[in-house]
């Protein structure tokens, strides 16, 4: 699994969204301390955090649903997703709304940063963290200036059974 | 001002089609699908020149329609014209009874229709 | 006559599909309750609906057979004639063919004359020693057509109207002055004799006559036409003084339509052909004209001649030609209209009158636009964003109809299926308020007729057989409709035989479809039926089993993107559950809380909620907790429980028990409170997330906030499940 992690990393990256020198553009944001991005083209809007109602009988990580415009939204808690601890909601907490597999959902961040292009050549396979973070969320990381980036793969973090049903058929 | 019709009939397309030829002929016209209804909607005593009835209907027939309204002090004298058919001379004669002006005979067209009216509306 | 109407025949077409159904439905109930005169009356005023509105579209045949079958009903009503099952019988069979006929006045389709003429006469045939003789004559006796008499005449007039003419809205000076526009009025003369004293006179009474004279070159009939509304009541006389000859100019030709051969008068504006007008104005004898006309060739024959083009393509041409004609008929009959509920038209206003106001606060924002006003506008803005979103939905529900639709032709189609198969079915509909996208509606109605043959047909047993089963001499059929899960489902259950496990297996072997010893559930081996060309049928009836059907139900209920499942027990019976997916529903929800969360109940579902005495509720070792409910133990589910809730309440005696029922099957929920009926839009958890066991959809609440649907099923599920566990 790990050796081929790498290869497979670099060939999904030539899917986001290239800017013009070649690279893509991600928008960033906080989980405590780290960075991570999300391929801007994957993103519909930012919204300021407001009131889920829970969903009975769902892992912990789905927060609950939301009403965007009329359409029931489910809302991720990424860091409950990524085993961080949960901390209070700030002004600065917001809901990054993005498309996975044409599902819209909310993933729940500590506050957006920025909007960074990362050429092609600035991002490498993901490192063995251990146990703390599952890097088969991840594409890669990606080195902007002088930070560093864990750029996520929205679509194998967000398609799964807990998400999208896709094998559980509970009906 | 435009004169004021109250046509009464269950069946949508025959009142669809007095309403479209009292309308065409300049007046406004009030719809009701059967005797209760008109009498709910005229009952604040709304100005009428004349009523066009049927005479077979549900909750309120066009006889008990038509004494109901000559019951009223503003419909005491108001031309009322009820719609029979050809073989129905006991009912006609009823309506009569009850106070009915006229009677148009099914099926009719829109010149019987106005002529008939013209008859019993002042012009 | 029907030109000025035509415009309205679309109109009367679909009002008459809806009287054939009252009438028919009528017809059915009055079998069951003979006596019932409001039935009676309710029925007649469809047919005298028809009978009218057909009359005034020319539609001669519909209004004559319409009559006859009135003639009849006014006989049943007026208890001159007792409702047999014979009769009862000759009018749904009427009724039948009415129905051709209409549709023949519809589209042009071919009537069988044969059974219109043996209705008829059995119709009138029925009526007959009970109809007054002087009815007939009354209707065929038409007014003679009066005859042009060419002279003017003078007559006298001496009219005394009746005293009460005012009182029937009639007034003396409109019919004097009708016989003005008749001719020349002279010599009026108004007579007083009968006026009494001023004190004692009645304002409402008329007490004068008139005498006059007039001349007219109309004839008698039509001066006399002018009194018609008060002949019968007035004294008149009306009495011929002198003749004058006038000249007729050209009134001979005007008046009168020849009918030579088979010409038939021009339409209406249409111009004439060239040819008719030169034989009119004699410059060509009809003889050389119709030889002309015989040389004449067509546009395909000459282009033939030509070598412009084969004669097979012509013949190609005309095809298309006559089936494009064909199309844009059938295309013009078929143009579709929706009745709607005026509540939800109302409902729309008022939302386009919210919409309003919000754009008003809008625009009023923009003017005097600050940015500290931001939040201000976010807000407005949002409000826009909820009214614009309300409002497509409800537009989108205007679509929406009840199903009973789609069931109403199963009465007729039961009572039909038991008399040939000589079973004794009775149907029992429920759910008809259930509203279904319209085209739904329409593509939903074979399957379900399909399905309630299958049931007659080989579900249940002859009454014999039953007997011998110990089951009652009458099988039901029973329709159903209900929300459940986020869809619509529609069960059609029997309680026959059952499907036959053995015999499906032998057969679905002969057929190649399964190996000898292939090991298979009963559902794989139920779902054999719904292969192509499938019959267990030991015989093949009129009704079903031409082994053609099952699957093509299967299919169409994939078109709507559905499933269809069964269910059978061997001697109990059958049930086929439709389960169709709503992308848009309303439904009547009750609104509960538990510990801070809102959940919606089906209201369809609640029979009823109770605050329990804590002697009513056991706890069974195996069983979990029971309420007693009118000496029924039903199961509690404590809502916070199955879905991890923090409640208010955790004993019973202290919350809200709500007694549940879907499929005939109950379970009681616990919740800490009823917070109010509401209606509510169902909105689809799939689209984003998944299913979720126990809900049913979600909605969006008057907060703008998600509140969830339970779905009762899916509770008795997980019910079931955890009962042994909380024991």
Known sequence: MAAAQPETAMKDLHQPSESATGGSQFLTFNLGEELYGVDILRVQEIKGYTAVTKIPNTPSYVKGVLNLRGTIVPIVELRTKFGMPTIEYTMVTVIIVVVVKEKVMGLVVDGVSDVLDIDKKDVQAPPNFGARINVSFMNGIGKSGDKLVALLDIDRMLSGEDMQGVAAAAA | ?123 | MSNEFAQFQDAFFEEAAEHLAVIEEGLLQLEQHPEDLDLLNKIFRSAHSIKGASGMFGFNAVAQFTHKMETLLDLLRNGQAAVSSTIADLLLKSTDCLKTLIDAAKSGTPVDNETVQRLTVELAAASAGNVPAARHASESAKVAPAVPTGKAQSYAINWTPPEWLFQRGLDPLQVIKELGDLGTLSQVAVDVSRLPDLAEIDPERCYLSWSMRLKTGKDRQVVEAVFDFVREDSVLTIEECETLSVKREGLESGNEIRFTNDERPSESGAAKPLGEILVESGVVSRAALDEALAQQKRVGEILIEQHAASPQQVEQALQKQRQQEATSQSKKADTASIRVDTAKIDKLINLVGELVITQSMLSDLGTRFEMSQIHVLLERMAQLERNTREIQERVMSIRMLPIGTAFSRFPRLVRDLSAKAGKKIQLILSGEETELDKTVIESIGDPLTHLVRNSADHGLETPEVRLDDNKPEVGTIRLNAFHEGGNICITVEDDGRGLDREKILAKAAKQGLIAENEKLSDDQIWSMIFKPGFSTADKITDISGRGVGMDVVKRNIENLSGTISIKTEKGKGTRFTLKLPLTLAIIEGMMVRVGRETYIVPLLSILESLQPRPESVKTVIGKGELINVRNTYLPIVRLYEVFSLQPEHTDPTKGILLILETEGERVVVMVDEILGQQQVVIKSMEQNFRKVEGIAGATILGDGTVGFILDVRGLMEIACREAPLVA
């Not at chain 2, 009142?15 to 009030?30: D, E, H, K, P, Y």
């Not at chain 2, 009498?39 to 027939?61: Q, Y």
């Not at chain 2, 503003?74 to 058919?85: D, Q, R, S, V, W």
């Not at chain 2, 001379?89 to 002529?115: C, H």
């Open chain 2, 1 to 123: 001002m435009s004169r004021i019709a109250l046509v009464v009939d269950d069946s949508r397309t025959m009142r669809q089609m007095v309403a479209f030829t009292l309308t065409n002929a300049g007046f406004t016209v009030i719809e009701a699908e059967d005797g209760k209804d008109a009498v709910r909607k005229v009952e604040a005593g709304t100005k009428l020149d004349i009523v066009v009835t049927d005479l077979n209907m549900p909750e309120m027939d066009g006889i008990t329609l038509i004494k109901e309204l000559r019951r009223l002090t503003a419909y005491k004298f108001t031309p009322i014209l009820m719609l029979t058919t050809e073989s129905a001379q006991e009912k006609k004669k009823e309506g009569k009874e009850a106070g009915a002006t006229g009677w148009i005979v099914k099926p009719f067209n829109p010149d019987v229709l106005l002529k008939t009216i013209a008859k019993v509306l002042p012009a």
